[in-house]
């Protein structure tokens, strides 16, 4: 369940989207705080395609591709050494926590963008799952929106 603005949603596992359960009446929704976001209703999951390299050689940099992002829009690439789930501003994310941002950026005029980090040698040896999240220019409220999960093997 994801809380916005008085408003329960609920993730529906299958088609990956978000849908209104129900409005919450203000000493209801006070239980929800923790989850509670200033931020719009969820977005459509996996909605930016987030594309690069299955694997990568500790040490050296990898390339990513975002597409099918806001336009002009600040987005993070986030990594993790396991999936689960989590909410970044109500928005539900397939990373487990800890997550760690490796690349920051903005969507250019199609939506798309490509960023780089240096894997860390620590790394040799494990999978890490990678997932963007965008910011929407100019929204109000202000919409997140999450990529697919991208699989990288470090070798």
Sequence with gaps: FSYCRNRLYQLDPVSGNTRFV????NSVSSNYAGMSSETGPP????SVLLS???TANPGSSAAFNLSAAPVGSLFAVL???????????????????PQYRVALGRTDVLGAATTSFVVPGVLSGRTIYLEAGVREQGSAPTRIYDSNVHTVVVL
């Design 22 to 25: 129900m409005d919450l009446p």
């Design 52 to 54: 690069g390299p299955a």
């Design 43 to 46: 977005q459509p999951m996996n």
């Design 79 to 97: 990594a993790s050494t396991s999936l689960g789930a989590s909410f970044i501003g109500g928005q539900p994310f397939e990373l487990a926590v």
